[in-house]
């Protein structure tokens, strides 16, 4: 009996993840609906020592004064790593953000000023570019508890005193006397 050989291919690309045409999808008024992985943004991970979680959100696409414009609202949890106790610690996401998109660095200028530039370079970007390009502004870049939160910092030692009195060494103090008797 032959055997088929199986084929495996690479897995596809997640939605939120391909290049769009900025132009495109301004020009049509297009709504956009995500889920993220925190852990799947590269640059997130190079700032923080260890992300997890998920945001889910929205991205409104349209025109403000000739300039392609995202509406980005975004929810979730982040999972972070405390960096006072190195312990997990979760923050909840809530971000919103207006943000003009331009394929060129000098296309800046166009951009009303209400509006934060973002370059889309040759005209496309992706939606998890926009998704952590805010994150990035969003999470702290040292992850603490709250104040008003656990925190699992070890006790310190209590500083142990000792009742008995020490005799303090001088080992020069008489070194003057010594001094004077060559003289």
């Known amino acids: 009996m032959r055997t088929v050989d199986t084929y495996y291919t690479r897995p596809m690309s997640p939605p939120w993840s391909k290049p769009l045409d900025v132009d495109r999808l301004s020009e049509a008024v297009a709504d956009i609906d995500f889920a993220v992985p925190l852990a799947e943004l590269p640059r997130l991970r190079s700032q923080l020592a260890s992300v997890e979680g ?14 392609a414009v995202a509406e980005l609202t ?20 809530e971000a919103t953000a207006r943000v003009g998109l331009v394929a060129a660095e000098a296309d800046v200028s166009r951009v009303p000023e209400d509006l934060e530039p973002v370059l889309a370079r040759e005209g496309r970007i992706s939606v998890g570019e926009l998704v952590e390009e805010e994150l990035l502004l969003t999470l702290p870049i040292v992850p603490l508890h709250a104040e008003g939160d656990a925190c699992v910092v070890a006790p310190s ?22 001094f004077k008797r060559d003289r």
């Not at 998920?54 to 300039?67: D, I, L, Q």
């Not at 975004?74 to 996401?93: D, Y």
């Open 74 to 93: 975004m929810n979730g949890t982040a999972r972070l790593v405390c960096q006072r106790c190195l312990e997990a610690m979760e923050l909840p996401v």
């Open 54 to 67: 998920e945001v889910r959100g929205h991205v409104h696409f349209g025109r403000k004064a000739g300039v």
């Open 157 to 178: 030692a209590p500083l142990v005193t000792d009742e008995r009195e020490v005799e303090t060494q001088r080992p020069f103090e008489r070194l003057d006397e010594l």
